[in-house]
C-alpha cells in the first residue's frame, strides 16, 4: 500500500467500510436507515414471542433464528462514533427480554472474517449459536438438515443487494412449515441496474427472480420495470408455497426514492397480523411499493 502524502486528509468512512469495534472484534459500517430495519425487526420478535414461548421448555421442539447474511453482529452508522448491534445479536437480546429465549441461532456469512466475530459476540453473550460455512444458499440447505420440521423457525434475510437474495434460499427454508422469513429487497439495487438487466448485459437478478426479463415490460417507466420484477418474484414465492405480505416497509431517502423495503413471508396468518400491528408503528414511511 503506498504512504500517505504528509499533511494528506484521510479517506472518510464508506458504508461497508470495515472497522474495529468498541470490543475490539471486526465491525462494518452501515448507512443509517439499518437501525430503522433493526427497529422492525425488533418489533416483530416481540410480538413473536408471544407464540414462540410455546416451543420452548422440556419436551417441545424449540424456537430457532436464522441469518444468512449476519454480518460482524455490531455496526457503525456512517457518520458517527458509537456502534449498535448487528441483527443476530440484537434478535439474541431481544428474545431474552421477552422472556422467550431462542432455542438455537444459526449464523452464516460469505465473508468468513464476518462470521466469526459474529460468532465471537454472540458466544460472550451465552447465546446457543451455531455458525454455517458457504453462500447462503449452501448454509440454508445445511441449516435446514438440523433443524426440528416440527419447531418454530424465524429466518432474517437482509443481504446487501438483490443478486444475492437467490430464489433457492427461500425455496430452502419454505421447506419447513413453521418457517416465517423477514426479507430486504433493496430498491436501490433495482433502480440502479434494471435498465442494464432488461438489455441483456447484466443477468445479476436471474437468480433472485428467474426468468425475469421474459415477462418485463420492456418499454414501460422505471417504476413499471421495478414492478414487473417485483410482482414475479412475489409470483415465484407463492408457488413455492409461502405467502407474500400485503403490506410492504418502504424506507426512503432524502430525495424520496425508495431505498429498500421489509416484508414478511409467512403460512400462518398470526404472523401476518404480528406484521402488520409492526407496520402500524410506522404509518408515515410505511406505504405500497412506489406510493
Not at 410455546?54 to 457518520?79: E, H, M, Q
Not at 437478478?205 to 418485463?216: D, L, T
Request: aromatic fraction near 8%; charge should be positive.
Amino acid at each position: 500500500m503506498a504512504a500517505r502524502k504528509s499533511g494528506a486528509k484521510p479517506r472518510a468512512d464508506e458504508v461497508g467500510d470495515e472497522v474495529q469495534a468498541d470490543d475490539g472484534l471486526s465491525a462494518v459500517v452501515v448507512n443509517n436507515w439499518t437501525e430503522d430495519k433493526h427497529h422492525l425487526l425488533r418489533k416483530y420478535l416481540e410480538l413473536q414471542a408471544k407464540a414462540r414461548i410455546n416451543w420452548l421448555g422440556p419436551g417441545s421442539k424449540g424456537a430457532t433464528y436464522i441469518d444468512l447474511f449476519c454480518g460482524t453482529g455490531r455496526s457503525r452508522v456512517i457518520g458517527r462514533t458509537s456502534f449498535i448491534d448487528g441483527s443476530p445479536v440484537l434478535a439474541w437480546k431481544a428474545s431474552q427480554d421477552d422472556g422467550a429465549p431462542f432455542t438455537k441461532l444459526y449464523i452464516a456469512d460469505i465473508n468468513e472474517r464476518a462470521r466469526v466475530a459474529c460468532e465471537k459476540r454472540l458466544r460472550a453473550l451465552g447465546a446457543p449459536v451455531e455458525a454455517v460455512e458457504g453462500t447462503a444458499v449452501e448454509a440454508a440447505k445445511k441449516v435446514v438438515e438440523k433443524l426440528d420440521p416440527y419447531g418454530l423457525h424465524f429466518a432474517f434475510l437482509d443481504p446487501f443487494n438483490l443478486e444475492s437474495l437467490e430464489l433457492e434460499i427461500i425455496r430452502t427454508l419454505a421447506s419447513l412449515r413453521r418457517m416465517d422469513i423477514l426479507v430486504h429487497l433493496s430498491a436501490m439495487d433495482i433502480r440502479r441496474n434494471a435498465e442494464r438487466y432488461l438489455s441483456g448485459t447484466s443477468d445479476r437478478f436471474e437468480k433472485c427472480a428467474p426468468g425475469w426479463a421474459k415477462v418485463a415490460k420492456r418499454n414501460g417507466t422505471r417504476e413499471e420495470i421495478f414492478l414487473g420484477l417485483l410482482e414475479h418474484w412475489k409470483r415465484q414465492v407463492d408457488g413455492i408455497g409461502m405467502e407474500t405480505s400485503s403490506g410492504f416497509h418502504s424506507m426512503r431517502n432524502g430525495q424520496n426514492q425508495v431505498i429498500y423495503w421489509l416484508l414478511l413471508l409467512y403460512r400462518n396468518d398470526l404472523a401476518a397480523r404480528f406484521w402488520n400491528i409492526v407496520l402500524k408503528h410506522k404509518p408515515n414511511e410505511t406505504r405500497g411499493l412506489f406510493d
